[in-house]
RNA sequence: GGGCCUGUAGCUCAGCUAGGUAGAGCAUCUGGCUUUUAACCAGGUGGCCAAGGGUUCGAAUCCCUUCAGGCCCGCCA
């Protein structure tokens, strides 16, 4: 029997194509804070699933639920201390941050929803705060409080947890202070509950009325398998301890609400390198934003592709990025037949056809080393200056196709945020815009002065450049190491750089002449 | 206390889903290149697959036990 491997995708596809039916597929994220990688590794987790039923001629549907009705918990580290009155309150009604969306679970949705599309994800989007308030809620709302008893023994037997005297599956909305967590019922009977809030305020809610309340989040979450017919949704391994929500909302939903519960994957952590686990409570969350920010697109859908859902991954933000890179892009030339496979790539054609956020490329992007985009972004400012730098020294011909151009521009971005942001200082350098102030020996000048001469004739090339200054210390019996070092501290006014010959080529001759015979003066 | 992940070459890790001769990168060594922002090219060395047991014709891979590390267990991915 040949084996051929399969990736984690296909194998989970084919679980759920055993059932003939239309398959939903959800993810569900409340946007109380700054969406990190995690919900990222959970977004593309099931769009990756999506996918794969798609492609085997599956029927499914990919949704996303955001809880924009759930009530701020506290003030978080990074909110200002005047949130403390919107505690309480739905995150869809309390006022924006920054003052520029509709309101604080906009700000962070919004940012998370634009990233969705350059990952090329797109699901179905449900707010929860409408569906609460145009009633989509009511009837399993009404299906919960009939079945308090059962519900209370479910969440009491199995998570372990003892609830209040006189509780309901419902979270009741105190209409004067607008708080959803301190209201306690007094009374209900269908479709009225009495209550009294913590603020004081005595009063009656109908539940026939949408908003008026929420349901529980142990309870909220079954409601809406049935509710939306959800039939797969992963979950972070917090939910998934024993007696959690994932423990509990199995059960009711099946015994509550007659569903049967959807398979839910279990996925790992990604942690941060030299941080451990990310919580947006400790403000080492990196923010999907930020993330895609630094990583290409394509790249970052290949991190979470290569590693099965199970696994914990570790993000590297320094070097380790541009190793991922060249991951990524070695993994496409053998995709395109460029290369040889290599022991240990795994799933390779899946991983490859996964990570594209969008088509997948007829014939192989153009590509050019990272590590050289993050010497060309600090020469030139911007892509325009960096793609006439690459025109001039012929590293891309002249007609680039349309699509190769937005990738390699896309990429110079990434590489700038992750220079200003994550890059160690060991890659990072500046062309001056003025000779430094240093102290040249007469050695180095001497050096400087010959090359001034010698190079004025060659082919302004890595490899002339190159031999150019090993001739020169040669001849003058210089150190070839101090050759370098002078070469960085006139032009970059450290004593490292990048490797001098690719380096100088990139920057404009006449520049460096310029540099030179100032240098020398 | 419970749960999940991890343990494979000196280091970082693939390979484990569906059992079939132990793999890469880095480091090291040899040769080439006059040494540079993890230099490059060609080749070599290097592993009782954490330990023990089981299933099997056959186990790094499946099952059980143990040990070690990491993470999670109000809300949270």
Not at 19 to 42: D, F, Y
Not at 100 to 123: Q, W
């Amino acid at each position: 029997m040949e084996k051929s491997a399969m990736h984690w995708a296909d194998v989970l596809a084919d679980q759920l194509l055993k059932e003939k039916k239309k398959h939903v597929l959800a993810t569900g994220i409340t946007p109380s804070g700054p969406i990190h990688i995690g919900n990222m590794r959970e977004i593309l987790t099931t769009d990756a699933v999506y996918r794969s039923i798609i492609e085997k001629g599956g029927n499914a549907d990919f949704i996303y639920i955001a809880d924009d009705f759930d009530p701020l918990r506290k003030v978080y580290p990074y909110l200002p201390k005047s949130y403390e009155k919107y505690v309480g309150k739905p995150i869809s009604e309390i006022p924006c941050p920054c003052g520029e969306h509709k309101s604080y679970a906009d700000h962070y949705l919004t940012s998370f929803l634009n990233s969705l599309k350059e990952i090329g994800v797109n699901p179905h989007v449900y707010r929860a705060n409408e569906m609460y308030k145009n009633g989509e809620y009511n009837e399993a709302i009404q299906i919960a409080l009939e079945n308090t008893d059962k519900i209370r023994e479910i969440i009491e037997k199995i998570s372990k947890r003892k609830l209040p005297k006189g509780w309901l599956p419902f979270n009741i909305r105190c209409e004067k202070c607008e708080r959803m967590t301190i209201a306690k019922p007094v009374l209900y009977e269908y479709p009225i509950i009495e209550y009294k809030c913590d603020c004081g305020y005595e009063g009656e809610v109908d539940i026939r009325k949408g908003g008026v309340g929420k349901l529980p989040w142990r309870v909220d979450w079954p409601a809406r398998w049935k509710m939306l017919g959800v039939t797969f949704e992963p979950c972070g391994k917090d939910l998934a301890t024993v007696g959690g929500a994932r423990d509990t909302g199995a059960k009711i939903v099946e015994e509550v609400y007659g569903y049967p519960h959807p398979a839910l994957l279990v996925y790992e952590f990604i942690l941060l390198k030299g941080e451990g686990a990310m919580h947006s409570s400790k403000g080492t969350a990196l923010s999907g934003e930020e993330m895609l920010k630094m990583t290409p697109p394509e790249v970052l859908r290949f991190l979470l592709m290569k590693n099965q859902p199970g696994k914990h991954i570790v993000f590297d933000s320094g070097l380790g990025l541009l190793n991922l890179v060249d991951g990524y892009d070695k993994e496409e030339r053998v995709y395109f037949g460029v290369e040889e496979e290599t022991k240990g790539m795994k799933d390779l054609r899946k991983t490859y056809e996964l990570s594209q956020p969008h088509n997948i490329s007829k014939t192989i992007p153009y590509q050019l080393p990272y590590r050289h985009l993050v010497t060309l972004i600090q020469i030139g400012e911007n892509w325009d200056e960096v793609k006439k730098i690459l025109l001039r020294t012929g590293q891309i011909p002249k007609d680039l196709k349309k699509e190769d151009e937005k990738h390699l521009k896309q990429r110079t971005e990434h590489v700038r945020y992750w220079l200003n942001k994550f890059a160690p200082d060991i890659v990072k350098f500046e062309v001056t815009k003025k000779i430094p102030k240093i102290n040249l020996t007469e050695e180095q000048k001497a050096f400087l002065s010959i090359m001034h001469e010698k190079i004025r004739d060659i082919k302004w090339e890595p490899e002339e450049i190159h031999n150019a200054i090993y001739e020169i210390s040669e001849e003058e019996n210089l150190q070839i190491k101090t050759a370098f070092k002078t070469i960085y501290q006139i032009i970059l006014g450290q004593e490292k750089g990048p490797r001098a010959g690719y380096f100088l080529s990139n920057l404009d001759k006449k520049f460096v002449l310029e540099r030179i015979a100032e240098a020398i003066k």
